[in-house]
């Protein structure tokens, strides 16, 4: 039985919600990076780096090329690049939308106390007592 398209496109999600992984994809959106620079940017073991490429590899999402000593990886196809820039515009619509609900509840003259406090008001018991 065939996977149904919503489970394949879920998995690909999945698969690139590592933030290493993303951040790869964002290195490599201007061409081949040598993993040493990759390790530079990213900061983290090698080993750690080693596995999130590799399962980047066998998504066929980027490929790598080795070049003497030298391996660097490659963005397989174009239309990753311009999934992160989607999200990004994604991200920054949806922030844009928080920042305007931040101000509103910041400009609001305070008269109703449920809109004025993020947190109820403390619960009386043994909680806040001095000992």
Known sequence: MQMPLYQAKA???RMLGHPVRIR???????GPVPVRELLKEIEIEPSNLSQQLAVLRRSGIVISMRDGSTVSYAL???DV???LRAARRILTELL???????????????SD???SSAFPPPRSGTAGRSR
Do not use: I, K, M, S
């Open 76 to 78: 397989a196809g174009g």
């Open 11 to 13: 998995e690909f999600f």
């Open 81 to 83: 690049a311009e999934l």
């Open 96 to 110: 844009a939308g928080q920042n305007e609900l931040l101000a509103e509840l910041r400009h609001t003259d305070g």
């Open 24 to 30: 790869v994809l964002e290195l490599l959106q201007h």
């Open 113 to 115: 106390p449920a809109e």
